[in-house]
């Protein structure tokens, strides 16, 4: 199995990787949100392996990896209080359900 492949996106507030919202929320904005054919919203919920995760208040455009004995990162992403977690490896996610609402 595979997981989420963010190695042709662009990067985040904390470089190159694959960020899952903690709260749907944030995920539910029309930026972020797919509409099916016939119109329904679409989200991904996600299984993440995020380890030893690195807690990040400061963003980092250039990071490629998380910080050495850390497995990812938990980055503040907007006010208030919106977080996600990062992880650098495709190996570290599983796309685990498709919701539609």
């Not at 990067?11 to 899952?20: L, V």
């Amino acid at each position: 199995t595979t997981g989420i492949d963010f190695r042709h996106s662009r990067e985040g507030m904390f470089g190159r990787g694959a960020y899952f919202a903690e709260r749907s929320e944030y995920s539910a904005q029309s930026r972020y949100i797919h509409a099916n054919a016939r119109g329904e919203k679409q989200m991904i919920l996600a299984k993440v392996a995020a380890g030893n995760i690195h807690e990040m208040r400061q963003s980092n455009r250039s990071m490629i990896k998380p910080a050495d004995g850390y497995d990812s990162v938990r980055g503040y992403v907007l006010e208030p209080n919106h977080y996600a977690i990062i992880v650098y490896e495709v190996s570290q996610s599983y796309p685990a359900y498709i919701l539609t609402y």
